[in-house]
């Protein structure tokens, strides 16, 4: 099948080797460096699934018309690149590969003729340098739908991708973005101060902090009518017992997840995109759990403040100590 994979990062890029290894005739888009380097020596991947070096048709934007493409960008590149390549993706299943819990409905907006499916990689990448991806933690995609009439367009992305990679198909994408949500409030405190996710969440003092944010997070989620989805070890029973109980108790699921997470450090995307000077996604990680909390006129002070120090760090590029963290949240609590 012709396929187009929109931003060869972390996830595109190892969705479009993976599919290229499964004998598809995959067409990426790229700029800058990571373009001229895939085009000139190929898009290798790492790690998890093995080694491949897959050599792609690459360019700025799509130059042939592919039958599926997935877009694979931050949340926050994601409207410029549809828009960019939008020829081409009128009236194809568009898969959005996305955290956070606007990617679906802002394609929705901007390609109306097309059908479009969710994705969510619960698998860990990471962008090394132009042209070299690792795969340093395995794991299904998860796609899935809102729309009825679209169940058998995801079905068909799931057997399509799975062939490549592991695929599980959910019918509630809603509930499965929010449980990712929750899982992704291990991002902001590695783009704070540049320790690994799994250094944080065992840390006593910032482990701590991200508990508190989950909870917060899951608690917005449940007073929002948020029915959980059961996905990487998290589900609706679980998180109501953890938004309920102690913290102390609590502290113990970030513990588990640093656990899964395995040896290799996983800074998470966006300390990633710190590390290469980018903007971040937090607007549409910690970000969309405020947003979602104004909505029912409630407040999320911890997520409104690690999403602050994020920007803070965006700007200045310094990481924080653990003492500046620690002070800034005690004169929240
Ligand atoms: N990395 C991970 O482990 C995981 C990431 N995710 C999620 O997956 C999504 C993608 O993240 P990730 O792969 O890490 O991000 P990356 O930043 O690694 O990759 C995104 C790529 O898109 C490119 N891009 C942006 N705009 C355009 C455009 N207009 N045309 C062509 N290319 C473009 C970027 O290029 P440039 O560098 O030039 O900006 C970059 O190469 C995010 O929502 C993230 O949260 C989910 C699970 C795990
Ligand atoms: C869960 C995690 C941290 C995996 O890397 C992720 O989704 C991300 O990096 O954005």
């Keep these: ?6 931003g060869a990062g972390a996830i595109g890029g190892t969705i479009a080797a993976l599919l290229d290894r499964a004998g598809h005739d995959v067409a990426i888009t790229a700029r800058g460096e990571q373009l001229e380097t895939i085009r000139a020596s190929g898009l290798r991947v790492s790690g998890g699934w093995g080694e491949h070096t897959a ?51 802002i394609a929705e907006e901007l390609l109306p003729g097309s059908p479009i499916v969710g994705a969510i990689a619960v698998y ?15 794991g299904p995609t998860i796609i899935g739908t809102n729309d009825p009439t679209r169940r058998d367009i995801a079905a068909h992305v799931s057997s399509t991708l799975g062939a490549a990679m592991p695929t ?9 973005q929010w449980s990712k949500l929750i899982v992704n409030q291990v991002n902001a405190m590695p783009a704070i101060t540049g320790l690994s996710a799994q250094v944080t969440l065992v840390h006593p003092v910032l482990g701590r902090i991200v508990t508190g944010s989950m909870r917060e997070a899951v608690r917005i989620g449940f007073a929002t009518g948020v029915r959980f989805a ?26 588990v997840m640093a656990s899964r997470m395995g040896d290799t450090p996983n800074p998470g995307s966006t300390l990633q995109s710190i590390r290469r000077g980018q903007p971040t996604e937090i607007d549409y990680l910690n970000g969309a759990v405020v947003r979602a909390a104004r909505a029912s006129g409630l407040t999320a002070p911890i997520n409104e403040t690690l999403t602050e120090l994020v920007h803070r760090v965006e700007k200045s590029g310094d990481f924080l100590e653990v003492e500046e963290v620690a002070a800034v949240f005690r004169r929240i609590n």
Excluded: H
């Design 1 to 6: 099948m012709r396929i187009g994979v929109i």
């Design 55 to 105: 050599r792609p048709r690459a360019s700025a934007v799509l130059d042939v018309p592919p039958e599926l493409a997935f877009v694979c960008t931050k949340a926050q590149d994601a409207a410029g690149a549809i828009t960019a390549n939008a020829e081409w993706l009128a009236g194809i299943p568009v898969v959005i590969v996305q955290n956070g819990l606007d990617g679906v409905r």
């Design 124 to 138: 860990a990448a990471s962008y090394l340098r132009a042209g070299l991806i690792d795969v340093t933690a395995a």
């Design 168 to 176: 599980q198909l959910v019918s509630d994408f809603r509930g499965a």
């Design 230 to 255: 059961s996905l990487q070890g998290l589900s609706q029973p679980l998180l109501r017992a953890f938004a309920m109980a102690p913290i102390s108790i609590g502290r113990v699921l970030p513990r």
